[in-house]
């Protein structure tokens, strides 16, 4: 058979696709991707939506494919056959599924509390030599965690834990291990509201007491649309002062917002975040078209 898949918006690998293309790779068929005109000969077409802006996309595939995806409708799943295929990819999950319920995410309605899928082995094609574990929360289960962390020194593993892992379950013991592993890029951990700063700044006297260099860690700052200029630059402050990356991760709603695109500019360009803020508008080609938004504030 020929097999369809339409990827409409991911901007990382659709693990879900992935499940589908194996399982119809093993059985000896045909996988198409994102050729809609393969529509009026394929054998089956299979649809992924993520983000629910994004649902219109799906109306020309209504009624001749499978559609899933968050975006689409949180509570579909697939097929258990399709559902247990490891795609070995070199990226993917252990477990799924967290702890929180932070409002801004859809993981514990569509995943569930935390459960394990799976292992290091379920993922590594056994010749890449960098792995990224895309994991919600497994700090959330030390144990699988450190188990996890065995296999990748076993197999001498450069790993990326993509989705961050949460500071407000470390301890030393995890901290060790966190900071034993090779790793391509910084630890990944998130600072997503002004009110977490005290349990944040725990965490980081914790990391460099068993010891994080200093700009060997990246912590995501998230921009709701409730926050104002100040809330997401006292976080990114505290942070520089701290000598912590940071990637600020706007929502969606204030993409468009221009204080928070310059704040953006100066906390994801790794380089110029070792500047101060007021340093990286004045003297940055790139950055001084943001000078004038700013003067109203007062930025130390």
Same mark, same amino acid.
């Given at each position: ?189 998130? =600072?997503? /509201? $002004? ?6 700044? +725990?965490?980081? !006297?914790? #990391? ?5 260099? %200093? ?61 101060? =803020?007021? /340093? $990286? ?6 950055? +001084?078209?943001? !000078?004038? #938004? ?5 930025? %130390?």
């Amino acid at each position: 058979m020929k097999i369809l898949l339409i990827d409409i918006d991911s901007t990382i690998p659709n693990f879900a696709l992935k499940k589908i293309e194996k399982y119809y790779l093993d059985k000896g068929d045909e996988i198409i991707w994102d050729f809609p005109m393969a529509r009026f000969y394929a054998d089956k077409i299979f649809v992924s939506c993520i983000f629910p802006e994004n649902k219109h996309k799906c109306d020309e595939w209504e009624g001749i494919a499978e559609i899933g995806g968050t975006g689409y409708d949180i509570k579909k799943k697939l097929p258990p056959e399709i559902e247990s295929v490891k795609p070995r990819i070199n990226w993917g999950f252990t477990t799924r599924g967290c702890i929180r319920k932070c409002y801004f995410c859809f993981v514990p309605e569509k995943e569930g509390y935390i459960h394990v899928v799976g292992d290091v082995y379920d993922l590594w094609d056994g010749e890449a030599k960098f792995i990224v574990i895309n994991d919600n929360n497994i700090l959330a289960l030390p144990e699988h965690f450190k188990m996890i962390c065995s296999q990748l020194k076993k197999e001498n593993l450069i790993v990326d834990f993509e989705q961050g892992l949460d500071h407000r379950l470390l301890t030393d013991d995890l901290a060790q291990e966190i900071l034993s592993l090779k790793r391509k890029y910084p630890i990944r951990f998130a =600072f997503d /509201d $002004i009110k977490q700063q005290n349990v944040v700044e +725990k965490s980081i !006297k914790l #990391l460099k007491k068993n010891g994080l260099k %200093d700009w060997n860690s990246r912590w995501y700052v998230y921009v709701s649309p409730t926050d104002d200029f100040y809330s997401v630059y006292n976080r990114m402050k505290y942070l520089w002062e701290q000598k912590q990356g940071v990637y600020v991760m706007r929502d969606r709603t204030v993409i468009k917002n221009k204080e928070f695109q310059a704040l953006s500019c100066w906390g994801n360009m790794f380089g110029a975040f070792k500047y101060t =803020f007021k /340093d $990286i508008i004045c003297t940055s080609e790139r950055m +001084k078209i943001y !000078k004038g #938004l700013f003067d109203k504030y007062n930025i %130390d």
